[in-house]
């Protein structure tokens, strides 16, 4: 099992074919009859057609919350775009919740300005509406900020709309080479973009607390390194380059300290660096098992990670100072690869079970673990930042995708497309 782990630690890249030149196709597979219906009436159009349909990308991502059903198109009763045109009484037969209608219009195809007004259909009152000015290019943003708010009004809470996911992919150059890609996309998966390109594998991305910074492992340099690296500028800092493994780098709650797993004294274990100084303090001190895998918990003050120090890969809590280690795990013989919610109450994680390898969540409170998706061949689970939602690897057809499952496991989705295998994922947080 210790050869195993390092074997997922140095080489999990390099076992897997990836390729990667289009946007990831959402579907769901199941989970809306529990979703709060809405009508989304599609958006009117004045001056110059927008590129960008706002008001089904707000459509879909209220879907692919998993909290809302919105209702097709071709069983909207009217297509109404201001208040006036509404009858509440007409809606109500819908047995909708609330309705969503808009405006996109522009003079010159440069400049848009986008309109929206969010109502609930049973005291047709007004929820939330808001009018925009904004340039082409910024329409999907603007649309998953709506989402954002409508998703606030309805709920209560946060959305994730305009958040951002990062992942590694492997490019099949013309030439029969292939070179790793470290990418970054919307949170519905559109507007890929290429961060970091190397022939030697890219490993763990991780984003900082602000959602301006990733950390990642690079092998270009023909050894393990991390890096920090600027989504605004690009600028890239090497942060640790010592002999052995440098691996699994996380962000802590501050954006000061980086977590990580160095073996430069011979085993495996887990340190802490100051961003700016870059002084290392060791947090475990196991002669013989491999730790691994730190995130730190939301107070900035602990660490979950990965451990076979009792003989098989368990998850462990530890003061990120140091200290003595606390088992958290002990459903199955095999836990892996945590991530701690926002509000600190769950941990998720690769659960095995009968060699197969599932996406689990574990109350940290009562230890009670579930197990949430179905595929057996899933990994690197990452919460989205306001809980709800849990974004992971897994495989279809002999490649890599990425799926989302809701936290109490009855919503699922895939994010997928016939010409994309990815692995690695990791959700940013909420954009400031």
Request: overall charge neutral; hydrophobic content about 35%; proline content about 4%.
């Amino acid at each position: 099992m210790r050869r195993s782990l390092l074997v997922r630690l140095w080489l999990f890249a390099v076992l897997i074919s990836w390729d990667v030149n289009a946007e990831l196709v959402i579907e769901i597979i199941g989970g809306t009859e529990a979703a709060l219906p809405i009508a989304v009436v599609p958006f009117g159009s004045e001056g110059v057609h927008a590129p960008e349909n706002v008001s089904a990308i707000i459509r879909d991502d209220l879907a692919r919350s998993g909290r809302f059903d919105p209702v097709a198109e071709q069983d909207l009763i009217s297509s109404p775009h201001q208040k006036s045109e509404v009858n509440f009484t007409d809606w109500r037969l819908l047995r909708t919740e609330g309705l969503l209608i808009g405006n996109v219009s522009s003079d010159d195809g440069q400049t848009y300005q986008v309109q929206f007004e969010l109502f609930d259909v049973y005291k047709a009152q007004q929820l939330v509406g808001m009018r925009y000015e904004v340039l082409a290019s910024s329409l999907r943003r603007v649309a998953h900020k709506i989402s954002d708010q409508i998703y606030l009004a309805l709920t209560g809470e946060k959305g994730v709309f305009s958040t951002r996911l990062a992942f590694v992919s492997l490019i099949n150059n013309k030439d029969g080479s292939q070179r790793y890609s470290l990418q970054v996309s919307d949170s519905d998966g559109a507007n890929p973009r290429a961060v970091l390109q190397s022939k030697q594998p890219i490993l763990s991305p991780s984003w900082s607390p602000d959602g301006e910074r990733l950390s990642y492992v690079s092998f270009e340099n023909g050894s393990a390194e991390i890096f920090t690296q600027s989504m605004g500028s690009g600028k890239r800092t090497s942060v640790a380059n010592f002999r052995g493994i440098n691996s699994a780098p996380s962000w802590s709650p501050d954006g000061k300290k980086l977590a990580m797993t160095l073996s430069k004294g011979g085993n495996a274990e887990i340190y802490v660096m100051d961003i700016t100084t870059k002084v290392l303090t060791r947090v475990t001190h196991s002669s013989q098992a491999i730790d691994t895998e730190a995130v730190w918990m939301p107070n900035g003050k602990e660490l979950i990670f990965t451990s076979d120090r009792g003989g098989r890969p368990q998850i462990y809590k530890i003061s990120a100072t140091g200290g003595r280690a606390e088992r958290l795990t002990f459903e199955g013989r095999y836990n892996a690869s945590p991530d701690v919610s926002p509000d600190g109450r769950y941990l998720t994680m690769v659960h095995g079970q009968k060699g197969k390898f599932y996406i689990a969540v574990q109350d940290l409170k009562s230890g009670v673990v579930k197990v949430l998706s179905e595929a057996g061949q899933d990994e690197s689970p990452s919460f989205a930042p306001n809980g709800r939602l849990i974004l992971y690897a897994t495989e279809q057809n002999g490649k890599g995708v990425l799926a989302t499952v809701s936290i109490d496991g009855r919503f699922h989705q895939r994010l997928g497309d016939t010409v994309i295998d990815v692995r690695e994922p990791a959700w940013s947080p909420i954009r400031k």
